[in-house]
């Protein structure tokens, strides 16, 4: 299997323009999970799906972000509109279950100046 | 809410040395704990994963254990090689939720 496979590896874009980041888990894995990644607040969770439902979205920070897992093998974090201190890596993790080992993407390095 | 703390931020060793690395967490009622590798640019590696009834596990010259009731674990890298140095992530689990120390950064030097 590929792993878990994001898009766009990197991403720079301008202050109030929309970004979408694309997660395509390893096929047969039930959980995906957005994270982010900062040097200030280190590794979160902004929100889990199980079975393409949403189940905690509460490291969402705020309504400019929304996350969407139309189908088992597909999902999207957009931000709209975005601001400088959404720049971060975004990471996207699925596991087999929940509870079991979360296999990492490569993870989108956003720039928003 | 959980707070996991790994210590040392930092550690240079030389080629050869092992490797001990520690991550203490705040709330003992945990699901699993997981060790993670991250390196520059890239995504996480899972290393090792404990479960709460487990004392440790063991992974070639990698060996992790769990000591639920002080709230800590320890992650053993025998004979360590240049090869190993990258950031080690220490994330404790209530089921889904990952909770992640900031890591120790680990160089090890030929």
């Known amino acids: 299997d590929a792993g878990v496979i994001q898009s766009p590896r990197h991403e720079v874009t301008e202050m109030g323009q929309e970004v979408t980041l694309r997660c395509k888990p390893i096929s047969g894995h039930n959980s995906l999970f957005w994270y982010r990644q900062t040097m200030m607040r280190g590794l979160e969770l902004l929100i889990y799906?199980?079975?393409?439902?949403?189940?905690?979205d509460s490291g969402m920070p705020e309504d400019r972000f929304s996350a969407k897992m139309p189908n088992a093998s597909f999902s999207t974090l957009k931000i709209q509109p975005s601001e400088p201190r959404d720049s971060a890596v975004y990471f996207c993790?699925?596991?087999?279950?929940?509870?079991?080992?979360?296999?990492f993407g490569a993870g989108t390095r956003l720039s928003v100046l | 809410k959980q707070e996991v703390t790994q210590i040392p931020a930092a550690l240079s060793v030389p080629e050869g040395e092992n490797l001990v690395l520690n991550c203490s967490f705040t709330d003992s009622a945990i699901y699993n704990l997981q060790w993670f590798r991250q390196d520059p640019g890239k995504g996480l590696t899972s290393l090792l994963l404990?479960?709460?009834?487990?004392r440790e596990q063991t992974s070639g010259r990698l060996n992790a254990s769990l000591d639920k009731s002080s709230g800590r674990s320890t992650l053993y890298i025998a004979a360590s090689q240049p090869g190993d140095s990258a950031t080690y992530l220490c994330a404790v689990s209530n089921d889904y939720k990952l909770s992640f120390g900031a890591g120790t950064t680990v160089t090890v030097r030929a």
């Open positions: 404990i479960q709460s009834s487990q």
């Open positions: 799906f199980n079975n393409n439902v949403p189940i905690d």
């Open positions: 993790a699925s596991s087999l279950n929940s509870g079991n080992i979360q296999y």
